[in-house]
């Protein structure tokens, strides 16, 4: 008896991972705004964690990184295959 073909699933950009990470950024950047310091080092810190956020927000919420999961496959004999948006294969057992 012939393996049915492997179950393939494409993965798409999350809609919730951008408002999760800019409410973290929000949130990081108060805190950092509240601490007791000088008002440059906690505008110098609240203005780092914003350039982190707009990085994460254009890079890891559209999932456009070269090593974001676009595919899976799952064979009938329990193999997984994980395709990279840069075209990368990586085989495994599930």
Do not use: C, H, Q
């Not at 456009?64 to 075209?87: H, M, Q």
């Amino acid at each position: 008896m012939k393996n049915p073909p492997p179950l393939p699933a494409e993965i798409m950009p999350s809609r919730i991972a951008g408002p999760l990470i800019a409410a973290g950024v929000v949130a990081s950047a108060l805190l950092v705004a509240w601490l007791p310091a000088e008002w440059w080092w906690r505008a110098a810190g609240s203005f780092a964690i914003g350039v982190y956020g707009v990085w994460l927000l254009r890079s890891l919420a559209g999932a456009t990184t070269p090593r974001s999961v676009v595919a899976i496959e799952i064979a009938a004999d329990l193999r997984a295959t994980f395709t990279e948006r840069d075209g990368r294969r990586v085989e495994g057992s599930v």
